[in-house]
Every structure is written in structure tokens, then in C-alpha cells.
């Protein structure tokens, strides 16, 4: 039975019980091929300054839909991050020619009274009303905390409704409560998606060039760009899914040759009912970031589809220029250290760049962890020391590694950078759908911005000398992971810091 037969999808630590959020160490193991510390599913912290709620990235993959109304069932301060996530629908709908298009998101607003005596008439009211002012194609009527404690049928006041608007209602169950872990978020959006906008059957023969690429916003455009110039080099086409995608091509969803994965901890879950229900074969290994797994990311596809003999064609020749146009800036980084701190995939494949274009990695801070990773994780294991942390979010571990590693550059999300500003670090934005990051062409860019971020960092020292942490002088001089507590409820047993972390 497929995820997709139920109203409701699975929680991600019952879909994936190895899923962790909370690991620190640097090594275990003795001589030239150490090994990584177990991961504990279960381990968890003493204490937590924050974390993630899985509204935040599904609202950021909804609001991308065009002619799509996202109606948040809750209170009105629920997903009022879709305040900021507006700047990426701006700019991204503003790159695919429709310049000042906003996202459309509304609230239901509940109130103490809604409370006590159920949300139900208020969503359908509002639903009807969102249909008659905007006639979107979709409405995506979005369950989050509130209505979940109190029980209202977010599928039920759909189903009633749907007679009396044009709009298709697609409910979407994102109460944050349910779940610890962000990456549900993935799951939720594609489980509305693929109950609400795929047809019953594919409405075509398969198309032997199509190729469904899966973004949920890990890249934008030019990164988009990237990998279509690569998938037409072999004689492909790309057919990209989510973001910005039109609600009515969807269906095309389902005649592809094939479904590729741009980040494994996001797709599985869209690609394997793709590959169950209409027969479209999938690749959920790598992220193309950096060198070698852009590589990795299209000798698989060609391997799947019977042109390995063209994706390694491709590849070398794009290795050889990449590695010509790199060969003046490597220079630079020589004798460099960086830390960076990102989602699960992201984090660990970037490290694997930055010690591609010849720094020194001193730190990985991954949002989660869980058996996807693994496949990445393998990738840096021989190749030196480094403390990998999981954290969501938690600037506190953060503070603490970075005032002890002392890196010259921190890389990290756009909205996650002031912890290391404030430490006087460099920090360069990664996650920016603005910037080319994905593929060979992201790798230059990406080699290109730090150049220009290491060779001139007087604004984040100038930042450091003024604006201060609001950590005491103990907790710098604690172990950095002491709030770590192993799936048994003890500490967990964890190795030294490496030489150079040393305060």
C-alpha cells in the first residue's frame, strides 16, 4: 500500500526511525581510515535553544506554486515566516519572467472561541472566499497546530466544499507538533501533490527524453539552468518539480523516462510513488554539488538509462574545463579552514567540495541525519579529522565549536550566518536561490565568492569587535556537546576535540 492511499502522511522518524537530530563528536577509530562515532536515533539534548518547525520549508515550496492560494488553518501568527519566504518567490518568479509576483498566503486566524467550538465553518468561508477574489487553480488548505489539537477535519470541510469553488482544495497536513524533524515538511508537500494534482493513470505514452529533476528549493534558477545544459548534452530534457511548477503539469510528472533526485533527503518519498504507480524508474543517491558528485550524479543517470558511454563523455570534458578555470583561484585557499553548517545532504557534499577546491575542513554541522546520508558521510571518511555535529539549529553548540575551531570561513544558510559574523568569521551564504551552487558551473561560483569573501574580510572582524554572543566564558570553556544525551538518558560518550580546536 502506498504512503499515498492514506489522508494523512507518515510522520519521518516513523518513516525513517533511523532519522537523528542530535550528534557530536570528531572521530572514532585508530589510523588512516578512522571512522565516524554511531549516530544515535534517539539521542536527544538537556537543553534546546530552538529548532525547526516543518511549516517553515513547506510553506516555501507551496507559496512557489503559481495560480495557487496557500490557506493556513491556525492562528494568525502561524507561518507568518511566509512574510520572508515572499523574497524568494519574488525574485524566483521575477527570474522566470513574471516580475512583482508575490506569493499568495492567507490564515483563518483562529480564535479563542474557534478554540473551544471548532475551526471547521471558518475554513470553508475562507476557502470560499479565496476562491471568489483570487480564482486560483489550486488551493492548498494547510492544517497546522491549532486545528490539529483540536481536531477540526481539514479533509472532510475540503471534501464539502469543493462543489461550491473552481479551485481544486488540496489538504495539507503540516501540524508541527507531530513531528521533531524538518524534513517531514518534504513528505507533507508531496503527499498533497501526489493525492491531489497526479491523474489516476499517466494520460500519455512515455516521453524517452524526459527526465523529472526534483527541486524543492535547494537551487534556483541558473542552478536549474545548470543541470538542463548538462541533461541536454546527453540528449535530455528536464522536467522540474516542485517550485514554480504549474499545478496543471504535474501529470507530465508521470510520462517521464525517468525521475533523478537533487537532494535524496528530500525526494524519496515523491519518487518512489512515481516509480510504483506509473512505471517512472528513479535515482535517489547523490546531490550534484561539487566535482566528483556531479560526476557521480550523472554517471548514474546515464548508467540507469543506457548512455554511460555519454555521461562519461560529459563528464570529463566538463572535469577538465572546470579544473583548467579553477587551477588560478585554488592558490588562494591553500592553508584555509572552513566550517560549514547546512541541511543533511547539503552540509556533508559541500565539505566534500571545499576539500576540493583545497581547504581544510574543520567542521560539518548537518540540520539531521538519517540512512541517506550515509552514502555522503562515506565519501569524507578518509580524508583527515573534522567534528560532524547534528544539530537543528542550536547556535549554542554552534558558538562554542566555532570560537574553539576558529575557521576562516563559515558557510552556511542565509538566515543561519550571524553566529559566526558575530564571532568575527567570514561566513558566505550557500543557500541563496540567487546564486549559481549546483552542478560544475556552481563549484566556479561558489570557488569565485570565496576568493572575494576570504580576500577581504575587515567587515566581519569589524562585526566581531563590536557585536557580542550572549554566551558566558564557561560555556565556552565547556564541552560543547555536554547537553548530548544518549538514547538510554546518559551522556554521550564522546571523543576529544581535535588539536586545532583547542581554545
Request: hydrophobic share 40%.
Amino acid at each position: 500500500m502506498s504512503y499515498l492511499d492514506s489522508k494523512v502522511p507518515p510522520i519521518r522518524e516513523l518513516r525513517h526511525p533511523e532519522t537523528a537530530l542530535a550528534h557530536g563528536e570528531s572521530r572514532c577509530g585508530q589510523g588512516p581510515k578512522k571512522s565516524f562515532c554511531p549516530i544515535q536515533a534517539q539521542a536527544d539534548r538537556s537543553f534546546t535553544q530552538g529548532s525547526i518547525c516543518p511549516l517553515l520549508p513547506a510553506l516555501g515550496i507551496m507559496a512557489s506554486l503559481p495560480d495557487t492560494v496557500v490557506l493556513l488553518h491556525g492562528a494568525v501568527g502561524c507561518g507568518s515566516c511566509a512574510m520572508g519566504n515572499n523574497v524568494n518567490v519574488r525574485a524566483g518568479n521575477a527570474m522566470r519572467g513574471n516580475p512583482g509576483k508575490d506569493a499568495l498566503w492567507l490564515s483563518t486566524a483562529l480564535n479563542e472561541d474557534n478554540v473551544i467550538f471548532g475551526g471547521g465553518e471558518k475554513l470553508a468561508a475562507a476557502i470560499v472566499e479565496a476562491d471568489q477574489v483570487y480564482r486560483p487553480k489550486v488551493i492548498l488548505a494547510v492544517s497546522g497546530c491549532l486545528p490539529g489539537v483540536i481536531g477540526d477535519d481539514v479533509d472532510n470541510v475540503a471534501a464539502e466544499t469543493q462543489a461550491k469553488v473552481k479551485a481544486r482544495i488540496l489538504p495539507v497536513h503540516c501540524e508541527g507538533f507531530k513531528s521533531r524533524f524538518m524534513a517531514t515538511a518534504y513528505d507533507v508537500v508531496y503527499h498533497a501533490v501526489g493525492r491531489g494534482l497526479l491523474p489516476a493513470e499517466a494520460p500519455g505514452p512515455k516521453d524517452p527524453t524526459a527526465i523529472n529533476v526534483m527541486n524543492v528549493g535547494s537551487m534556483g534558477l541558473t542552478d536549474e539552468k545548470e543541470l538542463a545544459r548538462l541533461l541536454g548534452e546527453m540528449g535530455l530534457k528536464a522536467n522540474f518539480f516542485p517550485v514554480f511548477a504549474s499545478p496543471d503539469g504535474f501529470a507530465k510528472a508521470t510520462q517521464a523516462r525517468a525521475s533523478i533526485s537533487v537532494c535524496p533527503t528530500h525526494d524519496d518519498y515523491f519518487l518512489k510513488h512515481l516509480e510504483e504507480k506509473y512505471d517512472v524508474p528513479s535515482i535517489v543517491r547523490h546531490m550534484p554539488i561539487g566535482i566528483k558528485n556531479t560526476g557521480l550524479w550523472l554517471m548514474d543517470l546515464g548508467e540507469k538509462l543506457g548512455l554511460k558511454k555519454e555521461a562519461k563523455a560529459l563528464v570529463e570534458k566538463e572535469e577538465a574545463e572546470l579544473n583548467a578555470a579553477l587551477e588560478p583561484i585554488k592558490p588562494y585557499f591553500a592553508g584555509k579552514t572552513a566550517f560549514v553548517s547546512a541541511g543533511e545532504y547539503r552540509s556533508l557534499a559541500t565539505g566534500l567540495l571545499l576539500r576540493e577546491l583545497g581547504f581544510k575542513l574543520l567542521g560539518i554541522r548537518s540540520f539531521h541525519f538519517d540512512g541517506f546520508a550515509e552514502v555522503e558521510l562515506a565519501k569524507l571518511d578518509r580524508d583527515g579529522d573534522f567534528v560532524f555535529n547534528v544539530a537543528n539549529v542550536q547556535p549554542f553548540e554552534e558558538a562554542n565549536l566555532l570560537k574553539r575551531l576558529k575557521p576562516d570561513v563559515f558557510l552556511g544558510h542565509w538566515h543561519g550566518n550571524s553566529t559566526a559574523a558575530r564571532l568575527g568569521i567570514p561566513a558566505q551564504v550557500i543557500y541563496n536561490s540567487g546564486y549559481a551552487y549546483i552542478g560544475y558551473q556552481g563549484a566556479y561560483d561558489l570557488a569565485r565568492r570565496l576568493r572575494r569573501r576570504l580576500s577581504n574580510p575587515a567587515f566581519y572582524q569589524r562585526v566581531g569587535r563590536f557585536a557580542k554572543l550572549p554566551y558566558r566564558p564557561q560555556w565556552y570553556a565547556a564541552d560543547p556537546f555536554s547537553q548530548i544525551r544518549a538514547a538510554e538518558g546518559e551522556a554521550q560518550d564522546l571523543t576529544e576535540i581535535p588539536k586545532e580546536a583547542a581554545i
